[in-house]
């Protein structure tokens, strides 16, 4: 089967989110690229951006967390876009718990973990980096 890896958008600091979502799940970066790694003549890079980064890969479970920097000369990234969320599957309530707690610290719950009307352990939040997130338990 199929395994669906979601991708986020960062306006120069995807490093410090990406250190912090491992702080979060555990485990190490399976790729850090950055911008100056991959300059040439046909693909210039200016030193301001050199360090930001291209590609970066956090392994949780099957899956990947990926993610990137948005060079300025492409524009920002709408931060407040709302359209999507990453959902978390969490294998136990303490999990969930323990998930939703370290990524929801410093941003804005939205809906705190409870028992859902649908019959799961769920809960909903923006983190600190304005990334939406869900975390659900089905007993």
Do not use: C
């Amino acid at each position: 089967m199929a395994l669906i890896n979601p991708h986020i958008n960062f306006n120069g600091n995807a490093e410090e989110a990406f250190t912090f979502y491992k702080s979060v799940f555990g485990g190490e970066f399976a790729k850090i690229m950055r911008f100056k790694d991959i300059a040439s003549q046909e693909f210039p890079v200016s030193e301001k951006e050199g360090n930001k980064i291209m590609h970066i890969a956090l392994p949780i479970g099957k899956n990947f967390l990926m993610g990137n920097d948005i060079p300025e000369s492409m524009g920002r990234t709408n931060e407040n876009e709302n359209r999507s969320k990453i959902s978390i599957s969490a294998e136990s309530r303490e999990e969930a718990n323990k998930l939703f707690t370290g990524l929801s610290a410093g941003g804005n719950v939205e809906f705190p973990m409870a028992d859902s009307p649908w019959g799961s352990y769920f809960g909903m939040f923006r983190d600190k980096y304005g990334i939406e997130w869900m975390v659900d338990f089905v007993q």
